[in-house]
């Protein structure tokens, strides 16, 4: 093109042909700068129908707003409601409302068929009743017959609900003779989930974190804990699970539950201290002689209060020091002595970390390890020589880490690069069990990268422990079995509970073990067990309706105006520069045009005769300019505000921060969008966040509310 130019005005001065190519270089710019940056595909996610193209926007477009699954999770054969609000500014009816589904346009309803005040806005809607595991691809489309729009979609369709075999009813804490397989403490937690258990190193005592509750238990006295702590505000089903550890002794126990980081004495269930700041934690430690503690914490990248890794020294509630890094924390754990500390994130960071507690400037920082997927367990040597990280889904493997390099000491990629969520270390730093999704466990000598042993289980496994002497392993999964492994082959036994074996811990005498149920570990993974198996659904569970649950979390039903929203400034102010950006492009732009058409059409010269009177007046001293120099100008100014505009708005685009995403049932996504962001188009409302429960089918993600959605990140 720039030849052409050059080409079709040969007798033109340099300085014209300059200027010239610089005014088509700089629309040309300008165009792609508001056109391509809305035109972004994200990957496909394998989904029906692939990446949609998306619908050209008009004035006269309706609005689609709170597109979402009720409830985001639970069992086959309940009932599942899809439902959206239609407005439209005039108060005009759709001319159709329909809803991707797996492929299909699907016509829907309202769900009020009295309803027809549009400009309010009328909630519509699809009951499902699934009755086979695996992925629901869903958006929503509506037309006034003038423009259309589209929710929960961006590039692609939404996916949802998360589906689990179970209705997760039966949850238990368990404790089993290691010897003889029997259980010698077994303690409903009903609906709620275990997302942490942990016992002293004799087997005494056990610790347990649920979703609403921290309990304490002497095993000698299994009939009810020594002690319970109850959290009013916790919501079940997170699948930012918190935490639970013990010391060795059993003195003290650190446990992370809703918002906050708790320190208990086993004497009293009231905490020594409570520390609110941290927000929502993957996982908590405490060092062997109970002198330190540590949290892995979520949250949003720009929050330099989230994705922390926090160390306390003694009993004070005051932090020693935190550590701050692009992506949640997944993992945490420290030496016998507290001296040293291990953790690993999440996306967009992906990194393994080895700290002093002296510093919290990293020891060991890696480079990443995956290319989009987390890096979930991060387990230490009792002395802090060596620490072992376990990776997910598209690099699935398992590391070997020493305190005095970046580069692993040996590594080992899984079988079909199946994620490692289940991974732990013996305090020597000898042995290593690990388990992946796709159901193999192995145990590993610090040695060599080849393991000492091996099992394939018909699960996806997500909890193990291996034995202080690295004799056996214990790992748990989603066939609803804990299954205890010896290295030397010996006899393997299973004990069976009623859901999903997620947590796992070996006392340090290897005596006992502990387990518990639940589907925190599962919530952002694809479990391979059953995706075929239809459900006959005889009976259809009914869920709580969803006004009950709407109530439970106040401020989240839009369409009766309890739902908050963003306006004013706060809603624009992520607009303004870019627009402020583009207002000082196109002014630019439009008076170098200006003045290079004074400059060289003739039909103009009595602008020009003027212009030249005004410049021989001696006290405007700003034409003293050369023609030159004003076009250096022009053109200097033009670029930069072309440059801040096109950097606005890819610093504002939906999801720019994520580098990996997962779908609901785990399959990582590589997409540079929000992609759990229910919604899209041009009518989104922001989530509300704080619950602790992720909840994409009321648009949290783990880009605009990380404290409620990180697993997986």
Not at 110 to 117: I, T
Request: charged residues 25%.
């Amino acid at each position: 093109m720039v030849w052409y130019i050059l080409k079709m005005v040969p007798k033109v001065d340099l300085m014209k042909r300059w200027s010239l190519i610089t005014v088509f270089g700089l629309v040309a710019a300008l165009i792609f700068s508001f056109y391509g940056f809305s035109s972004v595909f994200a990957e496909d996610k394998n989904v029906p129908g692939g990446v949609i193209p998306k619908l050209p926007q008009t004035v006269n477009d309706p609005e689609l707003t709170n597109g979402r699954v009720y409830p985001p999770w639970g069992p086959v054969c309940q009932r599942y409601s899809y439902s959206v609000i239609y407005r439209d500014k005039e108060g005009r009816p759709p001319e159709y409302m329909k809803m991707y589904f797996n492929g299909k346009m699907i016509d829907i309803e309202k769900q009020n068929p009295q309803e027809r005040d549009y400009k309010k806005g009328v909630r519509y809607e699809y009951k499902y009743v699934p009755n086979k595991l695996g992925s629901n691809f869903y958006y929503f489309e509506a037309s006034n017959g003038l423009g259309k729009a589209r929710e929960s979609i961006i590039d692609s369709p939404d996916n949802g609900p998360v589906l689990f075999e179970s209705a997760f009813e039966r949850n238990e804490v368990a404790v089993i003779d290691a010897s003889t397989g029997q259980k010698i403490l077994s303690f409903s937690t009903g609906k709620e989930w275990v997302g942490g258990i942990a016992l002293s190193d004799d087997g005494k005592y056990l610790a347990a974190k649920t979703s609403q509750h921290v309990y304490l238990f002497d095993t000698a006295q299994p009939q009810k804990p020594i002690w319970q702590f109850t959290c009013e505000d916790c919501r079940i089903g997170d699948d930012v699970k918190g935490g639970v550890d013990i010391s060795g002794d059993g003195a003290k126990i650190v446990a992370a539950i809703g918002q906050s980081i708790l320190l208990f004495d086993k004497s009293n269930q009231n905490p020594l201290w409570r520390y609110t700041q941290a927000g929502n934690a993957y996982n908590v430690a405490i060092s062997r002689d109970g002198n330190y503690l540590a949290a892995a914490t979520a949250g949003e990248e720009s929050n330099l209060n989230a994705n922390l890794i926090i160390l306390w020294g003694g009993t004070k509630k005051e932090p020693l020091w935190q550590y701050h890094a692009s992506g949640n924390f997944h993992d945490v754990s420290l030496s016998d002595d507290g001296s040293f500390i291990a953790g690993s994130t999440g996306c967009p960071d992906r990194r393994a970390y080895l700290f002093s507690k002296d510093s919290n400037q990293p020891v060991i920082k890696t480079d990443p390890l995956t290319r989009d997927s987390p890096v979930h367990r991060a387990k230490i040597s009792a002395d802090g020589a060596f620490f072992a990280v376990g990776s997910e889904a598209d690099r699935g493997a398992v590391f070997l880490f020493g305190k005095n390099s970046t580069s692993p000491v040996w590594k080992f990629s899984t079988k079909g690069n199946s994620s490692v969520r289940a991974l732990n270390f013996t305090p020597d730093g000898k042995h290593i069990g690990a388990a992946t999704f796709g159901g193999d466990a192995y145990i590993f000598s610090q040695a060599s990268d080849q393991p000492l042993a091996g099992w394939k289980i018909n699960a996806s496994l997500g909890g193990i422990d291996i034995a202080d002497d690295g004799s056996f392993i214990a790992a748990g999964g989603t066939d609803n079995q804990l299954h205890i492994l010896k290295k030397d082959k010996s006899g393997d036994r299973e004990i069976p509970f009623d859901e999903f074996v997620e947590e796992i811990d070996i006392s340090g005498n290897g005596k006992y073990v502990a387990a518990g149920t639940g589907g925190s570990v599962y919530f952002f993974e694809t479990i391979k067990q059953n995706l075929d198996k239809v459900y006959p659904c005889t009976e259809v569970i009914e869920p709580p309706s969803e006004a009950e649950f709407m109530k439970q979390n106040e401020g989240r039903d839009e369409l009766n105006g309890t739902r908050e929203k963003s306006s004013g400034f706060f809603a624009a102010k992520n607009k303004w520069p870019g627009m402020l950006f583009g207002f000082g492009v196109l002014g630019s732009l439009v008076t170098l045009i200006l003045y290079l058409a004074i400059k060289y059409i003739n039909f103009l010269q009595p602008i020009k005769d003027r212009l030249r009177q005004i410049n021989q007046n001696q006290s405007i001293k700003i034409f003293h300019l050369t023609h030159k120099k004003i076009i250096l100008f022009l053109s200097a100014f033009t670029l930069l505000f072309l440059m801040l505009t096109i950097m606005s708005a890819f610093f504002n685009r939906p999801g720019l921060q994520s580098t990996k995403t997962e779908d609901l049932t785990g399959e990582p996504e590589k997409r540079i969008k929000n992609e759990e962001q229910s919604g899209n188009g041009g009518g989104q409302v922001q989530p509300v966040c704080g619950n602790n429960m992720c909840e994409p089918d009321f648009g949290e993600t783990k880009e605009n509310c990380a404290k409620d959605c990180s697993a997986g990140d």
